[in-house]
């Protein structure tokens, strides 16, 4: 293994005047540093992430804490793209990425215990149970820790606005005509319970009746659970003219039944998503849809939590609010 006395040897330098260009220190000169890193980079040189460790107090590792209900894991369409943000911004930082579970080996550890075990300098809790004993051991340690969309009195909060999102979909639905609108809601949540604030603020604002059999509890990423549900809807004697679904994936188990039921769409009946990912953009027709920010909300965490270690006396607990956008589609007709 390469070691900076080798480098310094090749270069000619003492090894402190190697320890300055490879931690990118300001008192060398630039051509100096950029000589020896090259040096550095064509003999193989690797830094000890142990030593770099002791040497600084921090292991450069940042822990991602999500657990989703449906276990959809990786594949999950927002939160895919927003860990994939994070960990683009942390790269990008100098740190690396750690799942945090409850297992290390054979040996079950709660999430707290994990994030020590693995050594990380700090934790991004996303899509979990944030009301679950373990999360709350974590959220009250001495370790960093960014949450997205929940909010903690004592954590920094990273939030896709949810409420400005429903009140723009409800509006523009509203605006085509529509007055019998369904809406399918993921699971209790805080992200649920605003958009179901906003989604019955909205309707009262703009005059409209709500419909308590239009408003139905469903799963968060689960096509499976909305095509039942969309099936209850339809079964109505004075069924809904649109139906917004919890995200765009689960819309598409809405439109599948419609289209069983041999109703068109928009035709017969609108519809409209959430979370506006790729895959409302490329089927027919395509879908009416809120597009979070998800890479905007990925790297403001990474950001964010990587500020908090870094500058820990001066980072500030803060909710940063994220804005999306309305993307109109071609799935929701105007009623008249």
């Known amino acids: 293994m390469v070691s900076m006395k080798d480098i310094a040897r090749q270069c000619d330098v003492s090894v402190a005047t190697v320890s300055k260009a490879l931690n990118n220190r300001g008192d060398i000169s630039r051509e100096t540093k950029k000589r020896i890193c090259q040096i550095a980079k064509e003999m193989g040189y690797l830094p000890n992430s142990s ?61 707290y215990e994990h994030s020590q075990y693995r050594g990380v300098d700090g934790v991004v809790a996303a899509c979990v149970d944030f009301e679950a004993d373990e999360v709350r051991e974590l959220i009250n340690g001495n370790i960093p820790v960014v949450t997205i969309d929940y909010v903690f009195d004592n954590r920094t909060c990273i939030l896709s606005d949810n409420v ?38 909205t309707m009262e604002r703009l005059g409209v009746e709500v419909n308590e ?41 809405g439109i599948n039944v419609i289209e069983n039921h041999g109703l068109s769409i928009p035709d017969d009946i609108s519809v409209a998503g959430y979370d506006g990912q790729r895959i409302a953009q490329v089927i027919e027709p395509r879908i009416t849809t809120y597009r979070q920010n998800a890479e905007e909300v990925g790297r403001t965490a990474a950001r964010k939590l990587i500020e908090m270690i870094e500058q820990p006396k001066s980072a500030l607990i803060e909710r940063v609010v994220v804005k999306g956008e309305l993307v109109q589609g071609k799935s929701v007709l105007e009623c008249k």
């Open 164 to 201: 400005y999102g429903m009140e723009e979909l409800v509006t523009y639905i509203v605006g085509r005509g529509h007055r019998k609108i369904a809406y399918i809601h993921g699971a209790d949540s805080s992200v649920t319970q605003n958009r179901l604030e906003s989604f019955f603020r």
């Open 213 to 253: 059999e239009y408003v139905r509890e469903g799963v968060y990423h689960s096509p499976d659970v909305s095509a039942r549900l969309t099936d209850e809807l339809l079964a109505l004697q004075d069924r809904p003219t649109c139906i917004i679904y919890p995200d765009d994936f689960s819309c598409i188990g």
């Open 51 to 111: 030593a770099r460790a002791l040497k600084t107090n921090h292991t450069y590792n940042l822990g991602v804490l999500f657990v989703d209900e449906a276990n959809s894991g990786l594949t999950h369409s927002y939160f895919s793209h927003v860990l994939d943000s994070f960990r683009l911004e942390a790269e990008e930082r100098g740190y690396d990425i750690t799942f945090i579970s409850k297992h290390a080996g054979r040996e079950v550890l709660s999430y």
